[in-house]
């Protein structure tokens, strides 16, 4: 089955073409994706030029309303993010703060316009806040209208102060390549799922 569409945004600060590790992870889910029949598109956020703001459209430039036309037209959004001193990177917040527009945007029934949609979120870095970094994302996502399957989140982090990345294995850690594939199958389960049937109208 091929009827469902993915999106990853990847929330590194790093610009294409410099490796990145939350990259090399998008690239991890989607394959598991794929594999369940879901096609997909990657984005690096950075390489796009979108403003800080809170509204679909800020206007002069901002590069959001391009990528979210793409978020609109998925049913599966990633969001892979680094840590940088325990926190989801500048980045990630900002893209969640764009994605706070979508509070006020609803279809003919009253739903939000993310309803239906499910989010998966992986995270990667060489310190503590892999836990924190995880909640604090889908609980942004799921507020703003993103649905979570069972076990939406995965991680990799390497041994705190020091200078290994994920990028820098031959092979994906077994327990990450594990969480991977769980994500990527329950919210693929859980998109079929609201395809077929989505959310009651708010009464």
């Known amino acids: 089955m091929t009827d469902l569409k993915a999106l990853t945004l990847v929330c590194t600060l790093k610009p294409s073409p410099n490796d990145s590790s939350s990259d090399l992870l998008a690239r991890d889910i989607q394959g598991e994706l794929n594999s369940r029949g879901v096609a997909g598109e990657i984005v690096r956020v950075v390489d796009?030029?979108?403003?800080?703001?809170?509204?679909t459209d800020e206007g002069d430039g901002d590069e959001w309303p391009v990528i979210r036309a793409k978020v609109m037209a998925a049913d599966i959004l990633v969001l892979t993010v680094p840590i940088w001193?325990?926190?989801p990177s500048s980045v990630c917040k900002m893209v969640?703060?764009?994605l706070d527009a979508e509070l006020g945007e609803t279809d003919d029934q009253g739903r939000k316009s993310t309803y239906g949609k499910v989010a998966i979120v992986g995270v990667v870095g060489n310190e503590d806040g892999a836990h924190h970094t995880v909640s604090a994302c889908l609980q942004a996502l799921n507020d703003v209208g993103f649905s979570?399957?069972?076990?939406?989140?995965?991680?990799w982090v390497g041994e705190a102060m020091q200078?290994?990345?994920y990028d820098d294995h031959d092979e994906t850690?077994?327990?990450?390549?594990s969480a991977t594939t769980m994500a990527a199958s329950n919210a693929v389960h859980l998109a079929r799922l609201l395809r077929a049937t989505q959310y009651p109208a708010p009464t």
């Open 173 to 177: 850690p077994e327990k990450t390549a």
């Open 85 to 87: 001193l325990g926190q």
């Open 96 to 98: 969640l703060e764009r």
């Open 163 to 165: 200078a290994v990345n």
């Open 48 to 55: 796009h030029d979108v403003r800080f703001g809170v509204t």
């Open 148 to 155: 979570l399957a069972a076990n939406a989140g995965t991680y």
